[in-house]
DNA sequence: ATGGTTAATGTAAACGGTTGCATAAACAAT
DNA sequence: ATTGTTTATGCAACCGTTTACATTAACCAT
């Protein structure tokens, strides 16, 4: 591969007129200038990044830490990030950490630290003390979308009001017995928070409060599936079934589905994110959206714009489809 | 950030023998390896990556360019290629090259090139003439998954007979009157093959070939709709509908609860790919399995190996559900 | 004691770009 | 003609690691 000394012979100059005339700083001849582009394409010069990044201590490169890619609200994410950074003319450092997973995490950071990445966002990771004192220790800005993380900045929407809102939604359409589903009440962020929301809805509107209206679960659509069984075999039944995820929500549509029970004349069912699951199960899910384009694309533009703005909520909006 | 100079300072030693140290290359004495990685502990030290490149003249760093993470399968992909790296101890720099879209992709080749990758991993990525000469100029090993690239190495599945055994199964379970559906005719890759072993397969099975039967689409939940509803409209209802994809197989079972149609008493439908989605439609799609995962592991071995097999073909195999 | 090995470490030159400072040439202003 | 200013380019150091080669010290065998 060519180096900038190998133009700089040819054009009978020293690298650093090409070094400027490459990186467009000024201080040359237009004649040397157009004559330093010729010799560059022709030897089709590719710069080694590797070496500008030395002398510049940065890396043009922004670390994106996700637990996998399977979870379904990833890809907008990933898209309008890699969107956003493609017109900044930066590029994506792409890693997994897992699911709880300290260890993996911390390799995680310790990658992007190394690689001297521009700053990190991380999507629904939640980091353990030992990460976070290392995250802190390499001064590595943060921006974590969808939870948030102490003395970093969050993109995020405002649960406890999200939940609140698509239970009220609910209730507005004249379902009296809902049910929450595949939350998970020791998660901080979002379990906890959408079960208080989902309780203050139904407070507020004078219904009766029952815990076993309350089925716990990751946001899988296994966990949706179960607790559509839980709530729809026995005595009780709900008429409407509010979901941590639209995955979840799917799993509530399929078991309804088995058994033959209609959707929305005899449950309704709400889900959450808005994700590609939303549009194109039968019947189609009214979902709470999360704004997933818009949050990545402010993450990639508060890392180049070195905000340090703390905790952001961005709004969320009730899809209405076919499922309520 | 410190760097082996500050070690070296401390360990009253000089570089290189830090760097050996770290590098684990031998040639140093047990005390001071013991005392050099005990400082470089306490001074937090993490190798800068870009020096090491430099010098290394690659970067531990692999290509993946995709359309965009949206695509379906996009995921199963990157996630298995993700984990395959990491036990690798290679890194995923990821860039999408949009649809049909030359100058991107051109970018995105430009990008590794500079980076120094190991090896590209391209997904459903077609290569203009352009964009080729320049890969081939760069010499970095491409791994093409999904379809191939000429003198490149590809892992696809065998289209054709994946599409004559999807039809034959239908054939098999007694349809007779079938269709396919979102596939491009022009697409030499994948959507002419597959039109070529479906329609080898109903000569075979002695039924009549009617060119109305090919509905002509993108993969898309939508290219799946409108297909069903041109086919099932008409006079001449197919009694069964291979898609070529399970979102375009969505489509369609969209469509059939929308119209009461049921499914598969009806209409068959089957899908193609495996996606995530397959699983939680309903009723829950029979469908033609890639296995993405494997591919994605075997790009990354293959990168890391040298490997320069060219064509490989990955079995497929068809998962019996619901929609058959 | 002498020479030969071996092990541990040092020396210095790379890797490819960037950049502050110096220099030279060209030009303008007195 | 002299001085000052601007423009174009060169010089050389530096970014942090790696590594071939040189050096030193220690040990062993004669």
Excluded: W
Excluded at 17 to 25: A, D, K, Q, W, Y
Excluded at 90 to 97: E, F, G, N, P, S
Excluded at 231 to 242: N, V
């Amino acid at each position: 591969m060519a180096t900038i000394k190998d133009i700089a012979k040819q054009a009978g100059v020293t690298p650093s007129t090409v070094s400027r005339v490459l990186n467009n700083t000024g201080g040359y001849n237009d004649k040397t200038k157009a004559k330093i582009e010729a010799i560059a394409k022709s030897l089709h010069y590719q710069k080694n990044e590797a070496a500008s990044n030395l002398v510049a201590k940065t890396s043009n490169l922004i670390g994106v830490i996700i637990t996998d890619s399977k979870t379904s609200f990833a890809a907008p994410i990933i898209d309008s990030v890699e969107d956003t950074a493609y017109t900044n003319g930066v590029r994506i450092l792409l890693a997994h950490c897992g699911l709880n997973n300290p260890k993996r995490l911390r390799f995680c950071l310790d990658l992007m630290a190394g690689q001297k990445v521009n700053g990190i966002i991380s999507v629904a990771v939640q980091f353990d003390d030992d990460s976070l004192d290392y995250l802190n220790f390499t001064k590595l800005p943060l921006i974590s979308l969808n939870v948030t993380v102490p003395h970093h900045t969050s993109v995020t929407i405002d649960d406890v009001r999200a939940a609140y809102d698509g239970t009220s939604f609910l209730i507005d359409h004249g379902y009296q017995k809902t049910a929450l589903v595949a939350v998970d009440r020791n998660d901080p962020q979002t379990g906890s928070k959408r079960i208080t929301g989902y309780q203050n809805a139904i407070q507020d509107a004078g219904l009766p409060l029952a815990s076993s209206n309350i089925v716990e679960g990751d946001f899988s659509f296994e966990a949706g599936l179960k607790a559509a069984e839980k709530l729809l075999t026995g005595d009780h039944r709900p008429d409407a079934i509010f979901a941590a995820s639209d995955d979840a929500a799917a799993g509530v549509l399929s078991y309804a589905y088995e058994h033959n029970i209609k959707v929305p004349a005899e449950l309704a069912v709400l889900g959450f994110d808005d994700s590609h699951v939303a549009k194109i199960v039968t019947p189609a899910l009214t979902t709470v959206k999360q704004p997933f384009s818009e949050m990545g694309r402010m993450a990639v533009e508060k890392i180049m714009a070195h905000s340090t703005t703390k905790n952001i909520m961005v709004p969320y909006q009730i899809m209405e489809r076919q499922s309520v």
